[in-house]
């Protein structure tokens, strides 16, 4: 039978010998699926308590929680309608005000009454808290956008993939009330802290655990009209699809050919599917026995099913749901709110230009630059770099012998600089091998859109390089993990391929001079013998794969831990600033 779950928020308050805590937590209730045929329930409307003629008198802000029907006095019995009549006269009219009609104060050190050791540190954590909702502003939500004004706060935080914790039934387009009550319970937070005098003690933290989409049925993609049978799979369905044979040890089950029945087989097909080895590696969703081996990536706003009949609606014919979560976490709408009050951790995010410990720096690269030509003798010739020993080195007989592997550069020999620079270019230390699908993608990278950024950005820095993760656990791989070598010789071929791309975040300074913050994109581009995640990859490179190198994007600090390398080393910065660039990630969605 299917069942909801209907969250109640509690706060109980636990006095120990050191002070007092206040923990936020939850408790669920077991819902009947006829109980949900009109909506969710209303939690908060319908009370138990129906005896108020009790008194508030020596219990205001008591710590046990008296069950009904008796009336109540701590700090949520206005949230169910069971406070005592005199709740508002003797616990709340104290003569003070509001907390949120107080200014902003700045509170260089704590004001903790006698017995703390330190501050208290209180999250408040929201379900669905979407990082656009604080465009609402102090009308819909005073207390939470005083928390923000006179407190720390991020523009949002990203959660991790996927972005799920369990499914929120409230609706986008009703979404005030809720946020109201939210910041209520806030409020009363924060009335009651003041009045234990602990507002200028507690350090309050105010988050979501991810964003919310707007979602109904009528955007559902139904797998049996891709696949013939459906039966002999489990999908966990929703935002994103995770498909797992539903019988053990099932011989007819098939990942491989499941995929190929699922890619690219509509034009307006909104999901993709991939091997969860294959998915882009910022998602760090692979390396678990329990991550499905078939996972899809759905397009945002849009849910998966296995067919029709699995869509749960009401009785009248509509929706039970018009908002979820789960998408992919570099969506903007899953994004959450961060705020804090108290504590101040103003950091921005810039670096100075770097020089780092690579395997191949490119430029840097001025907007100048021109693909020159190359004389023709050089063009399948390469040069033995007297720095590794030849017993060490690759030798181009090995790419001749095995016909599925070529072979590219890290560094493209045509943007060099100068003639000294483009006969370096050929060394047999920047050769790397290449799947023939994939050096189309790493030669449009290099001659097209890396001369188009250095263009756009005033000159950009690149540094690219191989990566090897052959059980996917987003680590660097040892030498025994590394699986797949060019036939017939000891050269790896790596799983992966990265490019770092940095400029001046002032696009009228060059990257190579300076002196502001900088600006970074990453990339972690997977290197397979095929181009098949690209459906239009027949056509020209110019129609897909810019669109899909930035589905790939990347953190540097992604490419550190699977290179085990450590990047922007050498700079007068500080190391919050060098940490800030580390951990950017450039979606290319628009601003929240």
């Known amino acids: 039978m299917y069942e909801g779950i209907l969250m109640s928020t509690v706060i109980s308050l636990f006095t120990f010998a050191i002070g007092v805590n206040i923990c936020l937590?939850?408790?669920?209730?077991?819902?009947?699926?006829?109980?949900?045929?009109?909506?969710?329930?209303?939690?908060?409307?319908?009370?138990?308590?129906?005896?108020?003629?009790?008194?508030?008198?020596?219990?205001?802000?008591e710590l046990q929680e008296?069950?009904?029907?008796?009336?109540?006095?701590?700090?949520?019995?206005?949230?169910?309608?069971?406070?005592?009549?005199?709740?508002?006269?003797?616990?709340?009219?104290?003569?003070?005000?509001?907390?949120?009609?107080?200014?902003?104060?700045?509170?260089?050190?704590?004001?903790?009454?006698?017995g703390f050791v330190r501050p208290p540190l209180i999250?408040?954590?929201?379900?669905?808290?979407?990082?656009?909702?604080?465009?609402?502003?102090?009308?819909?939500?005073?207390?939470?956008?005083?928390?923000?004004?006179?407190?720390?706060?991020?523009?949002?935080?990203?959660?991790?993939?996927?972005?799920?914790?369990?499914?929120?039934?409230y609706t986008l387009a009703t979404m005030t009330n809720p946020l109201r009550e939210i910041d209520k319970t806030v409020g009363q937070l924060m009335d009651g802290l003041k009045q234990l005098k602990l507002h200028r003690c507690v350090n309050v933290i105010f988050v979501?655990?991810?964003?919310?989409?707007?979602?109904?049925?009528?955007?559902?993609?139904?797998?049996?009209?891709?696949?013939?049978?459906?039966?002999?799979?489990?999908l966990v369905p929703g935002t994103l699809g995770r498909i797992r044979s539903k019988f053990i040890n099932n011989p007819k089950y098939d990942p491989k050919a499941i995929i190929a029945n699922l890619t690219c087989k509509k034009?307006?097909?909104?999901?993709?599917?991939?091997?969860?080895?294959?998915?882009?590696?910022?998602?760090?969703?692979?390396?678990?026995?329990?991550?499905?081996?078939?996972?899809?990536?759905?397009?945002?706003?849009?849910?998966?099913?296995?067919?029709?009949?699995?869509?749960y609606k009401k009785p009248s014919g509509k929706c039970f749901f018009q908002g979820d979560h789960g998408f992919d976490n570099k969506v903007n709408s899953m994004q959450n709110k961060l705020e804090e009050?108290?504590?101040?951790?103003?950091?921005?995010?810039?670096?100075?230009?770097?020089?780092?410990?690579?395997?191949?720096?490119?430029?840097?690269?001025?907007?100048?630059?021109?693909?020159?030509?190359?004389?023709?003798?050089?063009?399948?010739?390469?040069?033995?770099?007297?720095?590794v020993s030849p017993g060490f080195s690759q030798n181009c007989l090995a790419y001749k012998n095995d016909k599925q592997m070529s072979y590219g550069f890290l560094f493209p020999p045509y943007l060099s600089s100068s003639p000294e620079a483009k006969y370096d270019a050929?060394?047999?230390?920047?050769?790397?091998?290449?799947?023939?699908?994939?050096?189309?993608?790493?030669?449009?990278?290099?001659?097209?859109?890396?001369?188009?950024?250095?263009?756009?950005?005033n000159g950009v820095n690149v540094i690219s390089?191989?990566?090897?993760?052959?059980?996917?656990?987003?680590?660097?791989?040892?030498?025994?993990?590394?699986?797949?070598?060019?036939?017939?010789?000891?050269?790896?071929?790596?799983?992966?391929?990265?490019?770092?791309?940095?400029?001046?975040?002032?696009?009228?300074?060059?990257?190579?001079?300076c002196d502001g913050p900088l600006s970074v994109s990453s990339f972690i581009l997977p290197h397979r013998p095929d181009n098949d995640e690209s459906c239009n990859s027949s056509e020209d490179e110019s129609k897909w794969v810019e669109e899909l190198i930035k589905t790939h994007t990347a953190r540097v600090r992604d490419i550190e831990h699977l290179t085990g390398l450590d990047f922007y080393r050498k700079t007068s910065r500080s190391y919050s600033e060098i940490l800030t660039l580390k951990t950017y990630l450039h979606t290319y969605e628009s601003e929240i």
């Open 25 to 61: 937590g939850f408790t669920a209730s077991r819902i009947k699926r006829a109980e949900w045929d009109e909506g969710p329930p209303t939690a908060l409307s319908d009370s138990p308590w129906t005896n108020t003629s009790g008194s508030c008198k020596g219990r205001c802000f």
């Open 66 to 114: 008296v069950g009904p029907p008796d009336c109540r006095c701590d700090n949520l019995c206005k949230s169910y309608s069971s406070c005592c009549h005199d709740f508002d006269e003797l616990c709340l009219k104290t003569g003070e005000s509001h907390w949120v009609d107080d200014d902003c104060e700045e509170i260089k050190a704590p004001e903790c009454p006698a």
């Open 123 to 169: 999250i408040f954590s929201v379900d669905g808290f979407r990082a656009s909702y604080m465009k609402k502003g102090s009308k819909v939500m005073p207390n939470i956008e005083k928390l923000r004004s006179c407190g720390t706060h991020a523009p949002y935080m990203r959660p991790v993939y996927p972005t799920k914790t369990f499914p929120n039934l």
């Open 208 to 234: 979501g655990d991810h964003g919310m989409e707007d979602v109904t049925c009528d955007r559902t993609e139904f797998l049996s009209n891709y696949l013939t049978n459906v039966d002999d799979i489990t």
């Open 267 to 311: 034009p307006d097909q909104h999901f993709k599917p991939y091997m969860k080895q294959h998915l882009p590696k910022r998602l760090h969703y692979a390396n678990n026995r329990r991550i499905e081996d078939i996972h899809l990536l759905v397009d945002r706003r849009w849910h998966v099913a296995r067919k029709p009949l699995d869509v």
């Open 341 to 387: 009050l108290n504590k101040r951790l103003h950091t921005k995010g810039s670096t100075e230009v770097f020089f780092a410990a690579v395997e191949v720096e490119h430029g840097p690269f001025s907007d100048q630059a021109e693909v020159s030509s190359i004389p023709e003798h050089l063009t399948h010739c390469v040069r033995p770099d007297v720095r």
């Open 426 to 457: 050929f060394l047999v230390t920047n050769m790397v091998p290449m799947y023939p699908a994939f050096k189309r993608i790493w030669t449009y990278f290099q001659r097209v859109l890396v001369k188009k950024y250095a263009s756009e950005r």
């Open 465 to 513: 390089g191989p990566i090897f993760d052959y059980n996917y656990d987003g680590l660097r791989d040892t030498e025994e993990e590394i699986k797949q070598y060019v036939e017939g010789s000891s050269i790896p071929v790596p799983t992966h391929y990265y490019s770092i791309i940095t400029s001046c975040l002032d696009f009228t300074q060059p990257a190579d001079k």
